[in-house]
């Protein structure tokens, strides 16, 4: 079923209600205030709900739940109402999933035909925000973490913030040994602040008894609370930097930015500061095809080096995460949401591209055995003819000769697609790599088409050792 | 006479200084409410009686202790402003350096607000209090009066604040989440509450006045 978004709009439930809510209050006061001499700007911007774009972004959540005991009781379905109400506010006075929910509500708006499956995935793909930290408060939290203020620690400290992080922010320094550092700091008691509201969330729906539904909402809210707590978990983030760095050589033209262990804790992480800008200012310098494809290289060199040596994966490539450098090398930051291989799916992800190339009999073979589908069965037959599919897109450039151009905006639309088909055929709970190698192609992929570059992808992957026999 | 009177002043201030010292160990150690007079008096070596000639109980003796460090937060705050700050960064820098410097006296901070600062507080009682009340509003009024907000304005925003500025320090005294961090956010968005209150405020008089 697919909706566009004057239905979605009308699906939020009891406006009236939202509306009387004290987030409404509340943003009426900060509405009033906007006028005023008074720097709430940010405050203004964390708490201002109520665009289009949120409500149908928390329009959509309501209608794919509500869609899920649409054959329940009369008793029961005032019952779920109650409590859906109730996870609605809980989830519209989320300050820090706002920016999610309008991300939601754009992409929506853009493509009404997304299915309420793509919606909830492409929820688990988005980060959270915290408020912005003023420097009086970031220096507390510096010092009660490395035990001195930003001041003293260091050199020189920006007291401006250069870039948003999930749930901080990050900031210019110089260490007292002369080195340019990125220093990131999380906003205090965030983590646990989200984590106790999905608890709270949680509670509040479990009465709805939503069956095989209920089961798929709980999962995605369980991938939401694990990602939320690897993206909290500086430490975490600084050992895959580590291993990642280890990976790459001079000569390679690529950086992970070097971690500094004696300015950095679970909640500050003092980074190499790698000069350069993103995606979208390098495409304003107009660069050459020349340049496009090299840059283009490096990003794919780069994933298939964290992956295949590092057993690093990455959850998105978003833009954000590459810099052009200026000195013409590519960087790759945020490790904060990134999961190491276990055996068994470093095993799978071998012999998916092993068989793949070995041929479509192989691989379809491969596929029957790890999914345990039934060629004979007609919705099995269905779904191994999806997975051929997916395999070509996956995999379809490792046999294409000289370079791949990514620049063809119907291969990138096949893609999502398929991604959306992915949660939408419920297997990729057996294989939850498949999810992230996903999630991270498309982001790999979205990049590589608005570089417009051409990249050698059979001969980078060979050198890469993608196929490890 | 004049020596005399030099000696007398001096060996005041000693014993007053004295007093404070043994309290100051004595609530660190044994905690607030077990301590008595007797004990404070007994280890700084003077009658029970005399204690009372500098302070007028256990609650005052404790207020001057805790206002003592925090007058040195009011020090370190003019230290530490830039002249940049927001109205809402300004507030929360304030009482930053006001924990800051009460952090040694973490342990028997509570009963002593409790007792001393509380809003049902009588005042009479604990002059102490009244007296640090009335020198952090004036550090707040000049934050204000920067800000171009007059302190005069609300009594009602005056002791908004004075609630959410008991209230921090009394959270942060208890607080045992992780580097305290609890008490960075309650105070981050506390000063953001208040300087919202404030602006409405603003508005509603701009508004009277335009009718």
């Known amino acids: 079923m697919t909706l566009n978004v004057n239905q979605l709009v009308a699906e939020l439930p009891d406006e009236a209600q939202l509306d009387d809510s004290p987030q409404r209050a509340l943003q009426d006061l900060i509405a009033k205030l906007s006028h005023k001499p008074v720097p709430v700007g940010a405050f203004s911007r964390l708490w201002a709900l109520g665009t289009l774009q949120a409500k149908v972004g928390a329009a959509y959540l309501v209608h794919w739940i509500r869609s899920s005991y649409a054959d329940a009781d009369e008793k029961q379905r005032q019952l779920n109402e109650t409590h859906l109400k109730a996870a609605v506010k809980v989830l519209g006075s989320m300050s820090y999933l706002r920016g999610a929910i309008m991300k939601i509500g754009q992409a929506l708006a853009a493509y009404p035909n997304l299915l309420p499956d793509q919606f909830v995935d492409m929820l688990s793909a988005l980060h959270f925000e915290a408020p912005p930290m003023h420097y009086s408060l970031l220096r507390e939290f510096v010092r009660k973490e490395l035990g001195s203020d930003p001041e003293e620690v260091f050199e020189s400290f920006d007291t401006k913030a250069f870039a948003a992080a999930s749930l901080g922010q990050v900031h210019r320094a110089r260490l007292k040994s002369g080195e340019v550092v990125a220093v990131k700091i999380q906003y205090p008691n965030i983590a646990r602040t989200i984590q106790s509201d999905f608890r709270n969330m949680m509670a509040l729906l479990s009465p709805m008894r939503l069956q095989r539904e209920w089961d798929s909402l709980r999962d995605q809210w369980h991938d939401i609370c694990q990602m939320l707590e690897w993206e909290t978990d500086y430490e975490r983030e600084a050992s895959f930097l580590k291993r990642a760095r280890a990976a790459f050589r001079e000569e390679d033209d690529i950086v992970i930015p070097k971690v500094y262990d004696e300015y950095s804790t679970k909640r500050v992480l003092t980074m190499e500061y790698l000069d350069g800008v993103h995606l979208e200012d390098y495409l304003k310098t107009n660069p050459s095809q020349e340049e496009r494809d090299r840059f283009g290289t490096l990003i794919m060199r780069s994933s298939f080096r964290i992956a295949h040596t590092a057993k690093i994966w990455y959850s998105d490539g978003h833009p954000g995460n590459y810099i052009f450098m200026k000195d013409g090398r590519m960087g790759v930051i945020d490790f904060g949401c990134c999961r190491v291989f276990s055996d068994d799916e470093w095993a799978y992800y071998k012999e998916v591209g092993v068989t793949f190339l070995q041929g479509k009999e192989a691989y379809r073979e491969t596929m029957i055995h790890t999914h345990g589908f039934d060629p004979d069965n007609p919705r099995d037959a269905e779904n191994i003819k999806f997975i051929e599919e997916m395999g070509d897109w996956y995999c379809g450039y490792l046999l294409h000769e000289g370079p791949f151009d990514f620049s063809d905006p119907a291969f990138l639309r096949r893609g999502i697609e398929l991604m959306g088909e992915i949660p939408k055929r419920g297997f990729y709970r057996a294989l939850p790599v498949d999810t992230w190698i996903s999630r991270h192609l498309i982001g790999l992929r979205s990049i590589a088409f608005r570089l417009q570059a051409r990249v050698d992808m059979k001969r980078l992957s060979e050198e890469e050792q993608l196929v490890v026999d | ?211």
């Open chain 2, 1 to 211: 006479m004049i020596g005399s009177m030099r000696i007398s002043a001096g060996m005041k201030a000693k014993t007053h200084a004295r007093i404070v010292e043994v309290a100051r160990n004595l609530f660190q150690d044994k905690g607030f409410d077990v301590t008595t007079t007797r004990d404070i008096a007994a280890a700084a070596k003077i009658a029970t009686g005399t204690l009372f000639n500098y302070f007028s109980s256990k609650e005052a003796l404790g207020m001057a202790i805790v206002a003592e460090s925090l007058r040195a937060g009011h020090d370190d705050y003019e230290a530490r402003r830039r002249g940049l700050e927001s109205l809402d960064e300004d507030l929360f820098l304030l009482i930053a350096c006001c924990l800051r410097c009460i952090e040694p006296c973490r342990n028997y901070v509570a009963p002593v607000i409790e007792a001393a600062m509380s809003p049902f507080a009588q005042s009479r009682l604990c002059p102490e209090a009244d007296e640090f009340r009335a020198q952090h509003m004036e550090r707040v009024a000049d934050c204000l009066s920067r800000h171009d907000f007059a302190m005069d304005s609300s009594f009602v925003a005056m002791h908004l604040y004075w609630t959410l500025y008991l209230g921090v320090l009394g959270f942060w005294s208890r607080d045992e989440s992780p580097q305290q961090e609890d008490t960075l956010a309650l105070l981050d968005q506390s000063m953001r509450l208040f300087v919202a209150s404030l602006s409405d405020n603003h508005a509603r008089l701009e508004v009277s006045r335009d009718a």
